[in-house]
């Protein structure tokens, strides 16, 4: 069963960026499309960016061309790079296969606030 942990958030500026890193414990990533998902306060779990095994990206209509997910296969990290923050990005980010295949981590949180 993989396990999958979430870092690089935390509070930033509207405009600022951020990187997050999602670290897998096998090479889900190279097996399955990965995702990044959002889930702002009060609101579900959406996914955001997405990325197939092959390298084909797809993005919600909301971050992109800012958002930019991508992987390092032989570290076995999935990243989400974001870009001209907006408030409305505010809240915890997870990584997952898409759809999702594994228990959710803890997921990390940006705060985007001026």
């Known amino acids: 069963q993989g396990q999958l942990v979430e870092f690089g958030g935390g509070l930033v500026q509207p405009g600022g960026s951020l990187r997050l890193s999602c670290a897998a414990s096998?090479?889900?990533?190279?097996?399955?499309?990965g995702g990044w998902y959002r889930q702002a306060p009060g609101q579900q779990r959406e996914l955001v960016a997405f990325?197939?095994?092959?390298?084909?990206?797809n993005y919600t209509e909301a971050v992109k061309g800012r958002f930019t997910i991508f992987r390092d296969n032989a570290r076995k990290i999935l990243y989400l790079r974001m870009n001209t923050l907006k408030v409305e990005d505010t809240g915890v980010y997870y990584c997952?296969?898409?759809?999702?295949?594994?228990?959710w981590g803890q997921g990390t949180r940006v705060t985007v606030s001026s």
């Open positions: 096998g090479s889900i990533f190279n097996i399955y499309s």
């Open positions: 997952n296969t898409d759809p999702p295949h594994f228990d």
């Open positions: 990325i197939s095994t092959a390298g084909n990206t």
